[in-house]
């Protein structure tokens, strides 16, 4: 099988990947995706140092540069929590490329599921379109046989949880995580659900209805207890449009990182976790005009001067 070299991709980004690819070719990389990903367990348990990187949503371009910027596999051991696809008309090129690099180097770089890499999410925000005009609707189907075998969230060095959504009233041990069986497509409500669509609040402790329709907001108090009962420290994950690309929330308990430059006017950032677990980060400004795309209902509905309040009080634990 022929595996692109990394600068040739880079050379070739504004050529498009139906001249690089046959869909045979994009097929095989799917087949032996998969079955690398069904070697590993629904909840990944590696160890820091590790580069984490937030949503990513079709932007070929972004990625590029975020490798720039923050290096790439083997030389770094990389985590992406997923929202691969979707919104940008790239998420072939982004998919195939992590997958082509996770089949490379498959101890470096781990990949989780977002709440995009779900058939009824992305057949309606773009991937479903952009795999008919490149490769026919087909392609469309292969591509969730991969995405459908993910990983659902990463324990790093035992401390650290990582996800795309957030937390589940339903989660009460990780051992459920580990228990959640492969291939699956997460219907309606649910733990799998909640790990990949459910977002913290500043605006109360407990559990409250999501602006989404799906899932649940969970406050600081929900943060606090989960730590204690799954004996973590720190939650980090995306799935929500943040300014700066990253954002302390619910005390200094949870961070979420989002990786895509100009999505809403915002930086991207990628959060470096060292051999302590000390959090800091690189941050991606955006390089051209804002784009404007509708950020509901991804963004979130944060009161801004709650969070900064958070900021300040977690910079004797994290080294920004
Ligand atoms: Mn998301």
């Given at each position: 099988m022929f595996f692109p070299n990394f600068s040739d991709l880079k050379i070739s980004?504004?050529?498009?990947i139906v001249s690089i690819f046959s869909p045979d070719e994009i097929i095989s990389i799917l087949r032996l995706t998969e079955s690398i990903l069904m070697e590993e367990n629904s909840l990944l348990e590696i160890s820091a140092p590790l580069k984490i990187i937030g949503d990513l949503h079709g932007d070929f371009h972004n990625l590029i540069r975020l490798f720039d910027l923050i290096g790439t596999v083997p030389k770094e051991k990389l985590l992406f929590l997923g929202n691969?696809?979707?919104?940008?008309?790239?998420g072939i090129e982004v998919s195939v490329l992590l997958f082509c690099l996770k089949i490379r180097y498959r101890d470096r770089i781990f990949l989780l599921k977002g709440n995009h890499e779900i058939p009824a999410v992305n057949k309606m925000y773009g991937f479903y379109t952009e795999c008919d005009m490149k490769?026919?609707?087909?392609i469309w189907w292969d591509f969730q046989c991969c995405f459908n075998r993910l990983p659902l969230a990463c324990l790093v060095s035992q401390k650290v949880f990582c996800v795309h959504g957030g937390l589940s009233p339903?989660?009460?041990?990780l051992q459920e995580i580990r228990d959640i069986q492969r291939p699956s497509e997460p219907i309606s409500s649910g733990l799998e659900m909640d790990l990949l669509w459910s977002d913290p609040t500043n605006r109360g402790d407990g559990w409250f209805q999501s602006y989404r329709g799906i899932s649940y907001l969970f406050g600081k108090r929900v943060v606090d207890e989960a730590c204690k009962r799954l004996n973590i420290s720190l939650i980090i994950r995306s799935h929500m449009v943040v300014p700066d690309g990253f954002e302390v929330m619910n005390g200094r308990r949870l961070i979420t990182v989002f990786s895509v430059?100009?999505?809403?006017g915002n930086a991207a950032a990628v959060l470096c976790v060292n051999e302590k677990l000390e959090v800091t980060h690189q941050k991606l400004t955006a390089p051209?005009?804002?784009?404007?795309?509708?950020?509901f209902p991804l963004t979130a509905n944060l009161d801004s001067t709650i969070a900064l309040s958070d900021m300040k009080q977690v910079k004797i634990f994290l080294k920004f």
């Open positions: 980004s504004d050529t498009s691969y696809v979707d919104i940008g008309m790239d490769y026919g609707p087909g339903e989660l009460t041990s430059a100009n999505y809403a051209y005009p804002l784009l404007q795309v509708p950020a």
